[in-house]
């Protein structure tokens, strides 16, 4: 699993194609303070998904993890994403995707 670097988008701007990494096929992370929210960039021929593991639970029991579904060609910004809800015990952001064949992301957050 990679730790995504988290780039902060200012008024000097930031360049996406060099912001962004292929997606690992392990999964990626990226520390999470609840502002944070990632690009993704589904170059391949066949929609994916992209899930985001939820660590919490509701009264003892497993909350589903969030899919989000990039189809073929698109590119899409999700979250933010609540530190309580999403993050591990490391307070990362745990990401996974069902393909990574010319698929890429990258973490990014607010500045001033």
Do not use: C, W
């Not at 060099?18 to 992370?29: H, L, S």
């Not at 009264?59 to 189809?71: K, M």
């Not at 393909?99 to 607010?110: C, M, N, P, R, Y």
Request: no cysteine; net charge negative.
């Amino acid at each position: 699993m990679a730790t995504l670097t988290v780039q902060t988008i200012n008024r000097a701007g930031i360049e996406l194609v060099a912001a962004d990494q292929p997606a690992d096929v392990a999964g990626d992370k990226l520390p999470n303070t609840g502002v944070e929210f990632i690009y993704v960039h589904n170059g391949g021929g066949g929609s994916i998904n992209v899930t985001l593991d939820i660590q919490t639970t509701v009264d003892g029991q497993a909350v589903t993890d969030r899919v989000v579904a990039v189809g073929a060609g698109e590119r899409k910004l999700i979250g933010p994403f609540p530190s309580g809800t999403y993050n591990d015990s490391q307070g990362n952001m745990n990401v996974g995707y069902s393909g990574v064949t010319s698929v890429f992301i990258a973490a990014l957050k607010l500045g001033s």
